[in-house]
């Protein structure tokens, strides 16, 4: 369940976005002082994409508002190098679809199985951090 705060700011939020440079996890920014990302997912197989806030799922969506001003990844700046590790971290097991809901997709008809936390971080050009 969304608390109340969370679900006026994502009613009302226009997020300045920033691309991640990851494959996985594409857009990130910062909404009143939480980290909201969007997994970009293997559309239509499955939603475009799934919202995290503060690395906590808050649920899918395949047509972001328009108040959210998502252009083409291109066009959006860069986040910066030090925080894409920062980001990505708390997220790095939750590349599959479904795999927030303990229910990963087992990718028979989509690419989820190889959005692995390696290749999440790597493909980021991120190191993961040691076990």
């Known amino acids: 369940m969304i608390d109340a705060a969370l679900q006026h700011e994502i009613d009302t939020a226009e997020p300045a ?11 990130a920014a910062c909404v009143n002082g939480r980290v909201w990302v969007l997994r970009l997912n ?3 197989d499955h939603p475009l994409f799934t919202l995290f806030v503060d690395a906590m799922v808050v649920g899918d969506l395949d047509d972001p508002p328009a108040r959210w001003h998502l252009q ?4 959006l700046p860069l986040l910066d190098p ?8 708390p997220l790095r097991h939750l590349g599959r679809y479904g795999t927030e809901a303990g229910q990963p ?4 008809w989509c690419h989820c199985d190889i959005l692995t ?3 999440i971080m790597s493909a980021a050009g991120v190191i993961p951090p040691p076990p």
Request: proline share 9%; aromatic share 16%; charged share 30%.
């Open 105 to 108: 997709c087992e990718g028979m």
């Open 117 to 119: 936390e390696a290749y």
């Open 82 to 89: 030090r925080l894409r590790r920062d980001v990505l971290t």
């Open 42 to 44: 293997d559309f239509p």
């Open 17 to 27: 976005w920033h691309r991640v440079d990851s494959p996985v996890f594409v857009y």
């Open 72 to 75: 083409p990844n291109e066009a």
